[in-house]
């Protein structure tokens, strides 16, 4: 069955951290493009961070210093290390994967708030 599963979200304080996860089922995972975007409430859908098949990696400004993006392929997993976590992070987080065709994880939800 062709799926992204994401995991790792919760209730954080402002500064701390969190790492989300995502695993990848039914497709050939190295050969993927992988994203994490997050979608806040009332607000558009934001590409956060990528890693290329060739585990290249970029960022949203408003995230550079603070997150990573990594991934392994031999678990068909990819990450995504949030530290100094902002109010603003709050948001539900999905992963998705491209090559020959598009893959959305049903998303896990981050709220940051003390």
């Known amino acids: 069955q062709v799926q992204l599963v994401e995991s790792g979200g919760g209730l954080v304080q402002p500064g701390g951290s969190l790492r989300l996860s995502c695993a990848a089922s039914?497709?050939?995972?190295?050969?993927?493009?992988m994203r994490w975007y997050r979608q806040a409430p009332g607000k558009q859908r934001e590409l956060v961070a990528v890693i290329t098949s060739s585990s290249s990696t970029d960022y949203v400004d408003s995230v550079k210093g603070r997150f990573t993006i990594s991934r392994d392929n031999a678990k068909n997993m990819v990450y995504l290390q949030m530290n100094s976590l902002k109010p603003d992070d709050t948001a539900v987080y999905y992963c998705?994967?491209?090559?020959?065709?598009?893959?959305w994880g049903r998303g896990t939800q981050v709220t940051v708030s003390s």
């Open positions: 039914g497709i050939a995972f190295r050969s993927y493009d």
């Open positions: 998705n994967g491209r090559f020959v065709t598009e893959i």
